[in-house]
């Protein structure tokens, strides 16, 4: 059964704290990508991996910022979390080579920042 | 711009009755289709797709989406809906050309169907 977890499902931090949301596939993905959910908005690409080390910036980057050094693992930070970052950060991922599979998503983290 | 739109942020429907959620998209080309469902506090789950082929699309649940090229349409069906149903459905897009595997995601539209 494939499988993305994320680290925490529930996360509170204050502003200015450094944040760090943990994604983890073990589906051997090539594709990794953070979303955050807001009501009324949808999902938002924040930013996306298609191999090791490789970064791509989706449509809202600011203010965040990745990691890749596995295959497996795809970590989002916050480097100084603000209070409008509050929001459900979903991790999905994908293989690369089909373009018509569909995305695995992870159960999703809700972060508070006060 | 591409876009998806789902006009609907709500949809009420009465246990045993039909359903339908409303997806359409402004996309160039011939793109991928997909819907999720997300239960409170949980993520996104995968539906159904339309790569090609019959419009008339099967998938998890019992759901059912029907591709309509001239009208941009790709909208969630199910004949006799349930109270487990309810849930946040969000449709996706994926343009074949120049992707990634980057989706497009509508804004969501909740059901609610009540006994």
């Known amino acids: 059964d494939v499988k993305v977890t994320q680290s925490s499902r529930y996360l509170v931090k204050r502003t200015g704290e450094k944040v760090f949301l943990e994604c983890v596939q073990d589906?051997?993905?090539?594709?990794m990508f953070w979303y955050r959910q807001d009501p009324g908005l949808g999902l938002r690409l924040i930013y996306f991996?298609?191999?090791?080390?490789?970064?791509e910036k989706g449509d809202i980057p600011e203010g965040y910022s990745v990691s890749r050094e596995k295959k497996e693992r795809f970590s989002l930070i916050l480097e100084s979390a603000s209070t409008n970052q509050t929001s459900m950060y979903l991790c999905?991922?994908?293989?690369?080579?089909?373009?018509?599979?569909?995305?695995?998503f992870g159960p999703g983290t809700r972060l508070t920042v006060l | 711009a591409q876009s998806v739109a789902q006009p609907e942020d709500q949809v009420n429907v009465a246990e045993g009755n039909p359903l339908t959620v409303k997806c359409t998209y402004s996309?160039?080309?011939?793109?991928?289709l997909f819907w999720y469902v997300q239960y409170p506090n949980r993520g996104l789950q995968f539906l159904l797709k339309?790569?090609?082929?019959?419009?008339l699309v099967k998938g998890s649940y019992g759901f059912e989406a029907e591709f309509n090229k001239s009208q941009t349409s790709f909208h969630l069906k199910k004949p006799s809906a349930l109270v487990s149903d309810s849930a946040l459905y969000f449709c996706?897009?994926?343009?074949?050309?120049?992707?990634?595997?980057?989706?497009?995601f509508g804004k969501g539209t909740k059901l609610s169907v009540k006994p």
């Open positions: 999905a991922s994908t293989p690369r080579l089909a373009a018509y599979n569909e995305q695995f």
């Open positions: 589906m051997d993905h090539e594709n």
């Open positions: 991996s298609y191999d090791v080390k490789m970064k």
């Open positions: 996309v160039s080309g011939n793109p991928y």
């Open positions: 339309y790569i090609t082929g019959d419009n």
């Open positions: 996706a897009v994926r343009p074949v050309e120049g992707s990634q595997g980057n989706l497009i």
